[in-house]
């Protein structure tokens, strides 16, 4: 059972889908704009938010990056528009998954139960540690040399997706769909832009890497440089 926040202002869907949900035992609270939704999420604490992205006072662009501000909650998009650019941006901007309308509550409830078991196993896990780079799931913070990187939601997540599998080749088509949730493909420019923002803050280049080693044409592989030694 989750505690659900519906941030949603087509009234129908919204009692719709309050229903349905309480019928899978959860607990459902809803907002129907997304500057009170925000206030919710903050006061209320919820396990998921259902982020509907046509909101009538706020885009849900916007609310998604205002309540990645303020929160770490698993956010799941409802979007009219099936567009892949918007979803795209939707992920970009923090949020974990997302359903196209029309969707049936047994879709939505699995895509709340993966969010759900995403997070959890996110807090249990302990810090990865390759070289001088310390990337913490827990705390969502990564140090290299002792010292603190400022890196994005999307940037935390590509490295902790590499580090989880240091030492090995990572597609692109993999790094979409654990990172971004794009299973089909498509999109490589995106990691490709990640990457390179992450390079610069980890202090190196394409040319030059010490962590990440682009495999062209298959991936990127993350592992330490090799201790310096004398001579
Ligand atoms: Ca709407």
Do not use: C, N
Request: proline share 5%; hydrophobic share 45%; aromatic share 4%.
């Amino acid at each position: 059972m989750a505690v659900i926040l519906l941030i949603e202002d087509d009234a129908g869907i919204r009692s719709a889908l309050a229903r349905a949900m309480a019928e899978r035992g959860h607990a459902v609270q809803w907002q129907p704009a997304g500057l009170s939704g925000l206030r919710s999420v903050i006061d209320a604490r919820p396990d998921v938010v259902l982020l509907d992205l046509g909101l009538p006072d706020v885009d849900g662009q916007q609310v998604l990056g205002m309540l990645r501000a303020v929160s770490d909650v698993p956010v799941i998009v409802i979007t009219a528009r099936d567009d892949d650019a918007d979803i795209v941006a939707a992920l970009d901007a923090g949020a974990d998954d997302f359903v196209t309308k029309p969707f049936g509550a047994d879709h939505l409830d699995a895509r709340i139960r993966a969010v759900l078991r995403r997070s959890a196993g996110s807090r249990a896990e302990q810090p990865l540690v390759a070289g001088g780079l310390v990337v913490d799931p827990r705390t969502r913070a990564a140090t290299l040399d002792g010292r603190a990187l400022e890196l994005s939601r999307k940037e935390f997540d590509l490295l902790l997706a590499l580090a989880q599998r240091a030492g090995e080749v990572v597609t692109k088509r993999d790094l979409l769909a654990e990172v971004w949730r794009l299973p089909y493909g498509g999109g490589e420019r995106t990691v490709d832009v990640h990457l390179s923002w992450l390079r610069r803050k980890l202090g190196e280049t394409a040319a030059e890497p010490r962590y990440l080693h682009s495999v062209r044409g298959v991936g990127v592989r993350l592992s330490p440089p090799a201790p310096e030694t004398e001579g």
